[in-house]
């Protein structure tokens, strides 16, 4: 960790925020350098005062920062600074992009991302819509990045898992205070299957102030912002604006015109924002091209039933084969298999007893990954 502390003592000084910090790496092209520059060619660096400099003549690693570089050794995190080839190449680009990411999981700077965020209060509709289209994204070749939050940010994460995809969750708190709690069994999936992120130290509580600073983050790494369900105050307005600011696309799902739910979204595709319906919208716009991310993909319900023991009746089995990794209303299930309500539930609940269906808010169901 030794190869930090100059990044962490220049992080300390007072007066260098992360875009002071980001002009003096692009001068200097280290913290090293930094230090060992002369006052006057410190002085040329534009916000850099007489002041600013005696603070970093004076600067200190400090201890809190040597503790955070034990326990990130200690846990197996790893640190990455703005300069290292894993850093996400687009957050690079934006004006303050934090000098330091704490990361748990495998990062690939070379995965084209897509950022989706919502109401942590979403509706049925909200949640199985983001699952469904996230699961078709990483089908396609996109990554998702999310929050982690309640709502919208965790059906994201979900659908890319249910996708056999991969997700990015950056944090409003530290890597050892997960938040929500409830959401602690999703974050080890996560670093499993992609990368949680975050620039605040690991202890770090998950403060008001620290959301708004990671949404700059979740729309700064990625090619666009998908918004589904906002409210017209919505925090997820700050991230779209976040992306429109760092000149990133902006799309939003349409929902229902009588819902205030949906209001931020509305007046975000009146403002210009690629009204979105289909995973195809989203690739259009972004001029990528529609193929696997990998031999992960999804698994068909045809490639389930060479698998299926004989222990699962007739019923069973026909109710698998019109299921898949994303979720379907039972009311489409009736309709696809011409079977009474009461007798598709008994047979789901079969299902799900067994292990091989998920059930999900809403009526909805999927095969389980």
């Known amino acids: 960790m030794e190869t930090y502390q100059s990044w962490f003592k220049l992080k300390n000084v007072p007066g260098i925020g992360n875009l002071l910090f980001k002009r003096l790496i692009e001068r200097f092209t280290s913290p090293e350098q930094v230090f060992a520059a002369s006052r006057e060619d410190l002085l040329r660096t534009e916000g850099i005062t007489p002041r600013l400099v005696s603070s970093l003549r004076q600067a200190v690693l400090s201890e809190e920062s040597m503790n955070d570089?034990?326990?990130?050794?200690?846990?197996g995190y790893q640190i990455i600074c703005l300069t290292a080839p894993l850093y996400p190449p687009l957050l690079r680009e934006i004006p303050?992009?934090?000098?330091?990411?704490?990361?748990?999981g495998i990062l690939d700077p070379q995965e084209p991302l897509l950022a989706v965020v919502g109401s942590r209060n979403a509706t049925s509709y909200g949640i199985s819509t983001t699952r469904r289209l996230c699961a078709d994204l990483v089908?396609?070749?996109?990554?998702?990045?999310?929050?982690?939050?309640?709502?919208?940010?965790?059906?994201?994460?979900?659908?890319a898992l249910m996708g056999r995809g991969r997700t990015i969750a950056v944090l409003g708190s530290g890597l050892e205070r997960i938040y929500p709690a409830e959401n602690e069994n999703l974050f080890h999936r996560i670093c499993e299957n992609g990368a949680v992120i975050s620039e605040f130290p690991l202890n770090?509580?998950?403060?008001?102030?620290?959301?708004?600073?990671?949404?700059?983050?979740?729309?700064?790494?990625?090619?666009?912002?998908?918004?589904?369900?906002a409210t017209r105050n919505s925090g997820s307005l700050i991230t779209a604006r976040f992306a429109v600011e760092q000149n990133r696309e902006v799309f939003a799902i349409p929902g229902s015109i009588h819902s205030f739910k949906s209001a931020g979204s509305h007046t975000l595709i009146k403002q210009g924002?690629?009204?979105v319906e289909h995973a195809q919208d989203i690739l259009d716009e972004l001029r990528l091209d529609s193929r696997p991310s990998s031999t992960?993909?999804?698994?068909?319900s045809k490639q389930v039933q060479t698998a299926l023991p004989s222990s699962l009746n007739d019923d069973e089995k026909k109710v698998i084969e019109v299921l898949s990794l994303y979720p379907v209303h039972s009311d489409e299930l009736v309709r696809k298999l011409d079977i009474a309500s009461g007798k598709l539930m008994a047979v789901l609940l079969q299902l799900e007893i067994k292990g091989w269906v998920q059930h999900s808010e809403g009526n909805y169901f999927s095969l389980k990954s």
């Open 69 to 75: 570089m034990e326990l990130a050794e200690r846990k």
């Open 296 to 300: 992960k993909s999804r698994v068909s």
């Open 204 to 229: 770090a509580a998950p403060d008001a102030h620290r959301f708004p600073m990671r949404n700059r983050i979740i729309s700064g790494m990625s090619l666009g912002t998908l918004v589904v369900e």
């Open 273 to 275: 924002a690629k009204l």
């Open 96 to 104: 303050d992009p934090p000098p330091l990411l704490y990361l748990s």
């Open 139 to 159: 089908g396609k070749g996109l990554s998702i990045v999310s929050g982690m939050a309640r709502g919208i940010d965790t059906a994201a994460h979900e659908g």
